[in-house]
């Protein structure tokens, strides 16, 4: 079984060597006065295209030709590659025309995506292994619910068995909405556990008011807020993972369009191909 | 308007009889033959007749001159009676080539697209209910047994010229220990001259055995008798013995069982900072610090074997089939000419079968007959190294089996019984990006079902699926009364014919991982089975058969971009160390 390490040494051995070579390639058209762009074109765009089919390879039931996480290496060195191609290509110059610079645009949102991506898919499953309980993404909401029934039920049979309405009280004012609501976008992109230290805070400064019955609720009452608290770091972090996905794979649609239309156009204007 | 419920009568446990249909012809016959002749058929129940046992339960195959009729290394779920004829057992192993072993067809990549394509977009879409369904013509194919074999072997006396071979005449029976351990064959049996041999499902003869002592005693003899040959066989030191000296340790090896058969029962919960006294509640085999009294091998099962450590035992590592305790103790007692301390304890886990061998019988027999060399090695490749703070084996390159796996995931693998898994879904949550691509693959591969579930037990980062772990005892299969869930007689991996299983849940209930599943069933339309009597939905036990007609294996491993997934041997520890190290 091959290690990590030396499959990353391996691939980013050979991803220089291609990278030297193209480079050698482009410098050596340039020295004998023939025109690169066109190669440099063609070889950004196949990397594109084939950056796309890993999204195909996804939809497929069988492994085609090699397993997803072979794909995924070839995707994300040949992602690199294309960032120097890119580079290569435009001659490491700003684009000015309206056509170049809405490409560039689009090409360079989808490789920033990618690497944005890539971070994540690299750092988000430490901190979501760091909460104690596995939760399935689909399931948060119904799982939030029930985290909710179980609070009102416990602080309902505190009034109703002992008759007072400490508890009550605080639930309603403090609790109430963190069980019903979801946490708003600016969590979902930075989420954080203040609301939860403050939350288990108040709980603590409130016991001492509490009855006995009222007492034992709230501890029901601790554990349920760190519950909700982990789903909803679930919720986000997964939610976010989903989403550069959806932001990356909907980038590339357009780009592969303009990109299209770009050489179209190159041709046209050459005068040679077409 | 669509309908709504499809009304059907709901499978029965002898809908498909085993083979073709025995006659009562042939079932007044064998009524007349031991050890049918002396069972009471007062003794079973109005439901589950003898003569229905029989009948739908048994069938009789004709060999020819060759036939091969089991095949070591291949499961199988059936015992056999001979009925007339003989047959030669062979002991020794025969080449691949020599038994027909052919790999089994897969489907290929147009064929897995069109699968795929024609995917039914409902949930839990059957075409068939039963084998004896109206819903489509029946079609016997589909139900047939998958334990049939059917391989000529040529020149019988050339091939087996020098094997170590036993002949079995009438009335005898073999094939018990596989049907009845779940276990691959471990001989090759072919039939001499023309043999007619009564072939027994296994839940027949397990019912067989429930309600007639004498037959129970007597297969349960043969079991311990025929399993002590092959096993001594298998064991190192004792593999190169001579065959009067491998005789004489066999007749004084003692043949024990501890714990409990029905270790399907749940196991407890796993919590890191559990009290100790539930290690101790284990059935103790052999005691750390008692003198060696001999060698212990595990015959089948699972043993803990632990090292005392604070108030508590600290688990050193788990002991499967094949495996050996005590050997550089008997090698130390032999040398010394006083019996060594017992370095380590063995406790059963769930139920193990052990064979110990008497040190006298080894220092008679054994080490008179095996090189030095070989027994220091031996020695050093049992031997654990025990400090204060942690165990590790003597010699690191002799015991990579083993491999070297942090003490607390042992733990926790041994405490749930997870080492029972032969192809565990196992998952890196450090690495999983919990994408979903695993079930999407699963789901593609199964009509749009997936069969497993992303999440399970639990240890730190590393998560074993609700996915079926295809263990090696699966005690899924001990109650199933039709045999609907079975080995796959070449990859041993566990199937469900869906045609003839009942939806009695015996085997959801018994799976002590929840890896299987009950689900409704419906036609292409969405009309969910009700049964016709009653009025309840019918229900089809459904899991992960590993893809095992995809090229390629499973779907979801080969589906995870991460790397995070894995489908495992748990009870490979070298494997698992691999894995986790990488």
């Known amino acids: 079984m091959i290690s990590f390490a030396s499959r990353r040494l391996q691939s980013v051995a050979l991803t220089i060597v291609v990278l030297a070579c193209v480079a050698y390639w482009t410098h050596w058209q340039g020295s004998v006065f023939e025109h690169s762009a066109f190669g440099t074109g063609?070889?950004?765009?196949?990397?594109?295209?084939?950056?796309?089919?890993?999204?195909?390879?996804?939809?497929?039931?069988?492994?085609?030709?090699?397993?997803?996480?072979?794909?995924?290496?070839?995707?994300?060195?040949?992602?690199?590659?294309?960032?120097?191609?890119?580079?290569?290509?435009?001659?490491?110059?700003?684009?000015?025309?309206?056509?170049?610079g809405t490409l560039a645009g689009l090409y360079l949102a989808t490789f920033v995506s990618g690497l944005v991506g890539l971070y994540w898919t690299r750092t988000i499953p430490h901190k979501l292994a760091r909460v104690s309980e596995e939760v399935i993404f689909e399931r948060i909401p119904r799982l939030r619910s029930r985290l909710r029934a179980?609070?009102?039920?416990?602080?309902?049979?505190?009034?109703?068995?002992?008759?007072?309405?400490?508890?009550?009280?605080?639930?309603?004012?403090?609790?109430?909405?963190?069980?019903?609501?979801?946490?708003?976008?600016?969590?979902?992109?930075?989420?954080?556990?203040?609301?939860?230290?403050?939350?288990?805070?108040?709980?603590?400064?409130?016991?001492?008011?509490?009855?006995?019955?009222?007492?034992?609720?709230?501890?029901?009452?601790?554990?349920?807020?760190?519950?909700?608290?982990?789903?909803?770091?679930?919720?986000?972090?997964?939610?976010?993972?989903?989403?550069?996905?959806?932001?990356?794979?909907?980038?590339?649609?357009?780009?592969?369009?303009?990109?299209?239309?770009?050489?179209?156009?190159?041709?046209?204007?050459?005068?040679?191909?077409? | 308007?669509?309908?709504?419920?499809?009304?059907?009568?709901?499978?029965?446990?002898?809908?498909?009889?085993?083979?073709?249909?025995?006659?009562?012809?042939?079932?007044?016959?064998?009524?007349?033959?031991?050890?049918?002749?002396?069972?009471?058929?007062?003794?079973?129940?109005?439901?589950?007749?003898?003569?229905?046992i029989l009948k739908n339960d048994s069938r009789i195959n004709v060999y020819q001159d060759g036939s091969i009729v089991v095949r070591e290394g291949d499961y199988g779920n059936s015992a056999f009676l001979v009925l007339r004829g003989k047959v030669q057992v062979v002991l020794e192993g025969l080449g691949r080539e020599v038994l027909g072993w052919q790999p089994s067809q897969k489907k290929g990549f147009v064929e897995s697209m069109a699968a795929w394509w024609r995917s039914p977009r409902l949930p839990e879409v059957r075409d068939r209910l039963s084998a004896g369904s109206s819903w489509t013509t029946n079609n016997r194919d589909q139900v047939e047994d998958l334990a049939?074999?059917?391989?000529?072997?040529?020149?019988?006396?050339?091939?087996?010229?020098?094997?170590?071979?036993?002949?079995?005449?009438?009335?005898?029976?073999?094939?018990?220990?596989?049907?009845?351990?779940?276990?691959?064959?471990?001989?090759?049996?072919?039939?001499?001259?023309?043999?007619?041999?009564?072939?027994?499902?296994?839940?027949?003869?397990?019912?067989?055995?429930?309600?007639?002592?004498?037959?129970?005693?007597?297969?349960?003899?043969?079991?311990?008798?025929?399993s002590l040959h092959v096993h001594l066989r298998e064991t190192p030191l004792l593999a190169q013995l001579p065959s009067e000296s491998l005789a004489a340790v066999a007749d004084a090896t003692i043949f024990e069982t501890h714990g409990d058969f029905e270790w399907q029962s749940?196991?407890?919960?796993?919590?890191?900072?559990?009290?100790?006294?539930?290690?101790?509640?284990?059935?103790?085999?052999?005691?750390?610090?008692?003198?060696c009294e001999g060698l212990v091998l595990v015959r089948s099962g699972f043993a803990r074997l632990s090292h005392r450590f604070g108030d508590g035992h600290r688990t050193l590592a788990y002991l499967g089939k094949g495996q050996v305790y005590g050997l550089a103790e008997t090698i130390q007692t032999s040398l010394n000419q006083e019996p060594?301390?017992?370095?380590?304890?063995?406790?059963?886990?769930?139920?193990?079968?052990?064979?110990?061998?008497?040190?006298?019988?080894?220092?008679?027999?054994?080490?008179?007959?095996v090189s030095q060399q070989a027994i220091q090695d031996a020695a050093a490749k049992h031997a654990f190294y025990c400090t204060k703070n942690h165990c590790e084996k003597q010699s690191e390159s002799l015991g990579a089996e083993q491999g070297q796996v942090e003490t607390p995931l042992l733990e926790f693998l041994v405490e749930r019984r997870l080492i029972n898994g032969q192809?565990?879904?196992?998952?890196?949550?450090?690495?999983?990006?919990?994408?979903?691509?695993?079930?999407?693959?699963?789901?593609?591969?199964?009509?749009?079902?997936?069969?497993?579930?992303?999440?399970?037990?639990?240890?730190?980062s590393y998560l074993v699926a609700h996915a079926c772990m295809h263990c090696v005892d699966p005690?899924?299969?001990?109650?199933?009364?039709?045999?609907?869930?079975?080995?796959?007689?070449?990859?041993?991996s566990v199937r469900i014919n869906d045609l003839t299983c009942i939806g009695c849940s015996t085997c959801a209930n018994s799976c002590p991982y929840d890896n299987i599943r009950m689900t409704e069933v419906c036609d292409r339309h969405g009309a969910i089975a009700i049964d016709k009597t009653t009025q309840q939905p019918i229900y089809k036990a459904t899991k992960c058969d590993l893809c095992s007609d995809l090229a390629g294996g499973p779907a979801c491993q080969h589906a995870c971009p991460h790397d995070a997934l894995v489908r495992i041997d748990l009870g490979n520890l070298g494997e698992l160390s691999r894995w986790v190290d990488r």
């Not at chain 1, 040949?78 to 001659?91: D, E, Q, R, T």
């Not at chain 2, 429930?210 to 025929?226: M, Q």
């Not at chain 2, 691509?437 to 240890?459: E, I, K, L």
């Open chain 1, 42 to 100: 063609y070889l950004l765009l196949a990397a594109i295209l084939f950056l796309t089919l890993y999204n195909l390879r996804k939809k497929m039931p069988i492994p085609l030709w090699v397993t997803s996480t072979d794909w995924l290496q070839a995707h994300i060195y040949v992602g690199f590659s294309s960032a120097v191609f890119f580079g290569l290509h435009i001659g490491w110059r700003i684009p000015d025309g309206f056509i170049e």
């Open chain 1, 150 to 274: 179980k609070a009102e039920q416990a602080v309902l049979t505190t009034v109703r068995s002992a008759g007072v309405t400490t508890l009550g009280e605080f639930y309603g004012n403090r609790l109430q909405d963190f069980f019903e609501n979801s946490r708003g976008l600016r969590y979902f992109l930075r989420p954080t556990s203040r609301l939860r230290k403050s939350l288990l805070a108040e709980l603590t400064e409130v016991s001492r008011y509490l009855s006995e019955p009222e007492r034992q609720a709230s501890e029901l009452l601790f554990a349920l807020i760190r519950k909700r608290d982990d789903l909803d770091f679930h919720a986000a972090l997964q939610w976010r993972l989903k989403m550069w996905l959806f932001v990356h794979i909907g980038l590339t649609y357009p780009l592969i369009i303009v990109a299209s239309l770009h050489g179209l156009l190159a041709h046209l204007f050459d005068g040679g191909a077409l």
């Open chain 2, 1 to 52: 308007m669509p309908q709504l419920e499809i009304i059907v009568d709901r499978p029965q446990r002898w809908d498909v009889p085993f083979g073709d249909a025995m006659r009562d012809e042939d079932v007044d016959q064998l009524l007349l033959v031991e050890p049918f002749r002396s069972i009471d058929p007062s003794r079973f129940p109005a439901a589950l007749p003898m003569r229905g």
């Open chain 2, 148 to 226: 049939q074999t059917r391989v000529f072997l040529q020149d019988v006396p050339r091939v087996l010229d020098g094997s170590w071979s036993m002949t079995l005449h009438q009335g005898e029976i073999f094939g018990e220990l596989a049907a009845l351990t779940r276990a691959p064959r471990m001989v090759t049996v072919v039939a001499e001259g023309e043999t007619v041999l009564l072939e027994l499902r296994w839940q027949g003869l397990r019912d067989l055995m429930r309600r007639t002592d004498a037959l129970r005693e007597h297969i349960e003899g043969l079991y311990r008798e025929n």
């Open chain 2, 266 to 291: 749940p196991v407890e919960p796993y919590a890191p900072g559990r009290q100790p006294e539930t290690v101790m509640n284990e059935p103790l085999i052999v005691e750390e610090g008692t003198p």
């Open chain 2, 340 to 369: 060594a301390a017992m370095s380590s304890s063995l406790r059963a886990l769930g139920y193990v079968d052990v064979l110990r061998i008497p040190q006298a019988v080894l220092e008679e027999h054994v080490f008179p007959n």
């Open chain 2, 423 to 460: 192809q565990s879904m196992l998952i890196d949550l450090d690495r999983c990006t919990r994408c979903d691509d695993c079930v999407r693959a699963c789901a593609a591969t199964h009509d749009n079902n997936p069969r497993f579930v992303r999440q399970g037990q639990r240890h730190g």
């Open chain 2, 475 to 492: 005690v899924c299969m001990i109650g199933c009364p039709t045999g609907a869930i079975g080995r796959d007689t070449e990859s041993g």
